[in-house]
């Protein structure tokens, strides 16, 4: 055992939630969201942790299923069904593919670090 401080239970709570959420666990860390409600950490800050896990997770696997898309050349088979014509006769996207405008461009990075704020501005790095 070290002679350091050991981190504070609320800080290895926020840990534990935030990877709980964005490593897609299955209790989501709500066991730690409890402690941290009772350790009496205001929820705008509970809510800060939770909204910068889930976009780190959301980021992550964007970037995952982008490096997968390169790999197996599913770009170039969108690319020629958005050319072909996607859509049905009233601009509605069949099933999910983008070429209606139904999905948001993904966000340019602007951070050093090449992760993107939170849709509220939080930093995630």
Same mark, same amino acid.
């Given at each position: 055992? @070290? ?6 239970? *609320? ?7 935030? @990877?709980?959420?964005? *490593? =897609? ?8 969201? &409890?402690?941290? =409600?009772?350790?009496?950490?205001? &929820?705008?800050? %509970?809510?800060?942790?939770? &909204?910068?896990?889930?976009?780190? =997770? ?7 299923? $982008?490096? $997968?898309?390169?790999?197996?050349? %599913? ?7 958005? @050319?072909?014509? /996607? /859509?049905? @006769? ?8 983008? #070429? #209606? ?11 050093? /670090?090449? /992760? ?6 939080? =930093?995630?790095?």
């Amino acid at each position: 055992m @070290s002679n350091q401080p050991s981190l504070h239970a *609320s800080i290895v709570a926020m840990i534990s939630l935030a @990877s709980g959420i964005a *490593s =897609r666990h299955p209790d989501m860390g709500l066991c730690q969201l &409890e402690r941290l =409600r009772a350790a009496g950490i205001p &929820e705008h800050q %509970i809510n800060a942790v939770i &909204e910068i896990a889930r976009h780190i =997770r959301d980021e992550a696997s964007q970037k995952m299923d $982008f490096a $997968f898309d390169e790999q197996a050349h %599913i770009a170039e088979a969108v690319t020629g069904a958005e @050319s072909a014509g /996607c /859509c049905d @006769s009233q601009d509605v996207a069949i099933e999910t593919q983008p #070429c #209606c405008g139904s999905i948001e461009p993904e966000p340019v990075a602007t951070e050093s /670090c090449g /992760c993107t704020p939170t849709p509220s501005g939080q =930093r995630c790095c």
